[in-house]
């Protein structure tokens, strides 16, 4: 009976360890980007977020093209709303990586202000890092998700950084 306790008690403290690591990661301090990219997802937090940080440091803005239609200004043509707005190939973050990676290369970009939501800052770093050689500065915005939606996300997320650094690397 004690060895189950304790099992519980462990398994109970490692999961609300990995929930708020993935609900308060580090956010990086952002320090003159050359293109801001926004993630796709989220609810248009992330779109206004990314368009908030590159008026800061009057750069432009590289989103992927659900992070626009699922925006604030959705419905807009991507011309209208972001300098460059792109399908990444797959359509997941380690695509958005590898795609963001080869437009940095194309462009010349040495420093990429990477805008996503705070549960997604973590596995975002990890993939981006994998893909470009610059410096990465991922940053996030917070959403009111409800608790069901918080836990739902953070197992999806642990999945997700074990996937990234061992079978499913961005690059």
Same mark, same amino acid.
């Given at each position: 009976?004690?060895?189950?306790? #304790?099992? /519980?008690?462990?398994?109970?403290? #490692? ?26 997802? =989220? !609810? =248009? ?10 008026? #800061? ?16 200004? =959705? ?32 462009? !010349? ?6 805008? #996503?939501?705070? /549960?997604?800052?973590?596995?975002? %770093?990890?993939? /981006? !890092?994998?893909? /470009? ?18 836990? %739902?996300?953070?197992? %999806? ?11 499913? %690397?961005?690059?």
């Amino acid at each position: 009976m004690r060895k189950v306790v #304790t099992f /519980f008690l462990l398994s109970v403290v #490692t999961v609300l360890a990995v929930f708020i690591v993935l609900t308060n990661p580090r956010l990086d301090i952002v320090t003159d980007p050359d293109v801001v990219v926004v993630l796709g997802g =989220g !609810g =248009g937090e992330r779109l206004t977020y990314g368009q908030e940080l590159a008026a #800061t440091y009057d750069v432009p803005v590289f989103a992927f093209a659900e992070g626009v239609t699922r925006g604030t200004l =959705g419905g807009l043509p991507c011309d209208s709303v972001v300098q460059w707005c792109v399908e990444p190939d797959p359509s997941t973050t380690a695509g958005e990586a590898r795609t963001a990676a080869a437009y940095a290369q194309e462009n !010349g970009w040495e420093t990429l202000a990477v805008a #996503t939501s705070t /549960f997604h800052v973590n596995r975002a %770093r990890i993939l /981006f !890092g994998q893909c /470009f050689d610059g410096a990465v500065q991922v940053t996030g915005i917070a959403d009111a998700a409800p608790l069901d939606v918080q836990l %739902r996300r953070a197992g %999806r997320e642990t999945l997700g950084i074990l996937a990234a650094y061992t079978l499913r %690397r961005a690059c």
